[in-house]
């Protein structure tokens, strides 16, 4: 198994330019999530979706947007880019709704906006 | 609501010297708690997770934490530093499906590990 994979592993991208981060996992996990990271501020969640065709905003979701179309993948979508998203993309998985699940995380996405 | 608080944004201890990272958590109900580990310029992997088996959770590369429900403390401890566990550790706790089953994490604490 691969786990949790995230595409691309690095972006530049300019203010105002759009792109969409693909995350894949292949553990048939219910429950996926993107999270962004700052320095000092942990992992913050940006939206999440808790089965295929359904999506929730997190705690930052402004500037996002997602898609679940697929079980097996979550789109985390930036329309129009800026600065002040410039961060570490981390994508995760859990297999369902046990409080004691353990989410597995994706290597990241660094993605820089000029 | 849940939250975690950890008190220390950087540690340095010397290598062979006992570790402690130190977690506290708030919670409405019987938490769900994790310490991940971040290597630089790495992806999160878990370190250990508390899920009312045992107060004492055992974890990779010697980690062990203890859970504490009358200090709401979740602190991590090893024995002896290695150079290896330089990183940066997150403290977590989990939520309740209702809520998406989301993480919160802490700011995170950053172990430096001397010679």
């Known amino acids: 198994n691969a786990g949790v994979t995230q595409t691309p592993k690095f972006r530049v991208l300019k203010t105002g330019q759009s792109m969409t981060l693909l995350c894949a996992q292949d553990?048939?996990?219910?429950?996926m999530y993107w999270y962004r990271q700052d320095p000092g501020m942990g992992l913050r969640l940006i939206h999440y979706?808790?089965?295929?065709?359904?999506?929730a905003k997190g705690e930052v979701p402004d500037g996002y947007n997602v898609s679940r179309l697929k079980k097996q993948n979550f789109l985390l979508g930036l329309e129009s880019a800026a600065p002040s998203q410039t961060s570490v993309y981390f994508c995760?998985?859990?297999?369902?709704?046990?409080?004691?699940?353990?989410?597995?995380f994706g290597p990241g996405t660094r993605l820089l906006v000029l | 609501a849940q939250s975690v608080t950890q008190l220390d944004s950087h540690v340095s201890v010397s290598e062979g010297t006992p570790v402690l990272l130190r977690c506290n958590y708030s919670s409405s109900y019987s938490p769900s708690l994790f310490w991940y580990v971040q290597h630089p310029n790495k992806g999160l992997q878990l370190l250990l997770k508390y899920t009312s088996a045992a107060t004492l959770v055992k974890g990779i590369n010697g980690f062990e934490a203890e859970f504490k429900k009358s200090e709401t403390s979740f602190h991590l401890t090893k024995p002896s530093a290695h150079m290896s566990d330089a990183a940066e550790y997150f403290c977590?706790?989990?939520?309740?499906?209702?809520?998406?089953?989301?993480?919160?994490f802490g700011q995170g604490t950053e172990l430096s590990v001397k010679p």
């Open positions: 977590v706790v989990n939520t309740l499906y209702n809520q998406g089953g989301k993480l919160i």
């Open positions: 995760a998985s859990r297999p369902g709704q046990g409080i004691r699940e353990t989410q597995y």
């Open positions: 553990m048939n996990h219910e429950y």
């Open positions: 979706s808790v089965g295929e065709g359904t999506t």
